[in-house]
């Protein structure tokens, strides 16, 4: 991330973040100081709810950094009511569909929920007021893709996921709006030029991108929970129903349906490699680099994986942390795509019934992916402090993790 590459030349900006996020809040004292009681509350929940995500926005320019914030815990808030399954569904449509008026009342809050992000709902009118004293065209973006991702919610809480086209369609309500929301903010701030029709398309592959790799890497844990996102127009062709997928017996079936799956899901790529290549700013190209090298690094380790139907599977701690201090221009994301597709190519079976199409895709986003010769020197030699340092980082990155 841009943050971390930053600091890795100042150790002492860094143990100062490091010291903070131990702390509890995931904002630099500096910039605390100067904070609402409000702000440093919602920083709090940020970053108790996402360190990942809270460490990312301390990178943005200050003209953003508040209004992502408050973004983000609006829409963990509208999540955590959707993922809350002793929630009955009387109850849960009228709170999705009407949640983004609830921004306007002071004192609305929802105290029942089971979730461990419930804090965002117990304490919303601390999350509202401080949304209520954002600029206006801040508060009409939130509020406006607030009140569609809701309505989506609400309706795939009464169906299934059952084709591929509603895969698209619900990916696109939790998850592309969210990136068509982050562009409006971009757009507002005067950072970014306005958005064409073009790159609000590009904004929503983004998202469904990165939603479709968060619903293959969550099946046990979406099992767990009595939830179902893998759409059945390809999991019924393996199993007859889809918890049936986790049986010792299914293990076979199971990782081909996941397979299918990936293959789907790369179909994207090209789309994210496209929107990743228009980001004029370094930060807002850093903060959006981030979750697509952690996703393709995600579906190179799940890929032809037997592992991920037994236990829950994640990418290595100081892998993430190397993906977050490269991902800083493009030649470097191009060269991290291609590693993991040389990673999926050289995993293909030839008796899986994807194999052919995988193939296809995963060639093709090579070719686009072909590192230029000196980008592998660039990384190649590093200063010894630099290298103490990543360790550091990765040691932190382990404790934040564990505590």
Not at 333 to 353: G, L, R, W
């Amino acid at each position: 991330m841009a943050l971390l590459k930053e600091l890795l030349g100042h150790p002492i900006e860094l143990y100062n973040l490091v010291k903070f996020k131990m702390n509890g809040s995931g904002v630099p004292k500096a910039d605390l100081d100067s904070l609402s009681d409000g702000l440093r509350v919602c920083y709090k929940y940020l970053n108790d709810v996402s360190q990942n995500f809270a460490t990312v926005i301390m990178a943005l320019d200050i003209k953003l950094r508040h209004a992502v914030c408050i973004f983000y815990l609006v829409l963990r808030a509208l999540d955590t009511i959707e993922d809350d399954m002793t929630i009955s569904l009387e109850r849960k449509v009228p709170i999705l569909q009407n949640f983004h008026s609830f921004l306007y009342q002071p004192d609305w809050k929802y105290m029942n929920s089971k979730e461990k992000d419930k804090q965002v709902l117990e304490d919303f009118p601390t999350i509202s007021g401080e949304f209520r004293k954002l600029e206006k065209v801040y508060q009409d973006v939130i509020a406006d893709i607030c009140h569609k991702m809701g309505h989506g919610m609400a309706e795939f809480l009464g169906k299934k996921v059952d084709s591929l086209k509603d895969w698209d369609r619900y990916c696109h309500y939790v998850s592309g709006l969210v990136g068509i929301g982050l562009s409006r903010i971009n757009s507002a701030s005067g950072l970014e030029d306005l958005m064409t029709d073009q790159e609000t398309e590009l904004f929503n592959t983004m998202g469904i991108f990165l939603q479709k790799t968060s619903i293959i890497r969550d099946y046990l844990e979406d099992q767990l929970e009595g939830r179902e996102f893998w759409p059945k127009e390809v999991w019924s062709r393996y199993s007859k129903k889809l918890s049936d997928l986790a049986k010792p017996e299914n293990t076979d079936k199971a990782v081909q349906c996941m397979n299918e799956l990936i293959t789907n899901t790369l179909h994207h790529v090209p789309d994210v490699l496209m929107f990743m290549s228009q980001r004029k700013n370094p930060n807002l190209f850093s903060c959006s680099a981030i979750p697509q090298v952690m996703s393709i690094a995600t579906l190179s380790t799940f890929y032809n994986n037997k592992k991920v139907f037994r236990c829950m599977t994640t990418i290595r701690k100081g892998e993430a942390v190397t993906l977050m201090m490269k991902a800083t221009n493009m030649e470097a994301v191009k060269a991290i795509f291609y590693h993991y597709m040389e990673e999926i190519y050289q995993k293909i079976p030839s008796t899986d019934p994807s194999s052919s199409k995988t193939k296809q895709i995963v060639s093709s986003i090579r070719s686009m992916c072909k590192p230029s010769s000196g980008l592998v020197s660039q990384t190649n030699y590093l200063p010894i402090y630099l290298s103490c340092i990543m360790l550091l980082v990765a040691f932190w990155w382990q404790y934040l993790s564990t505590i």
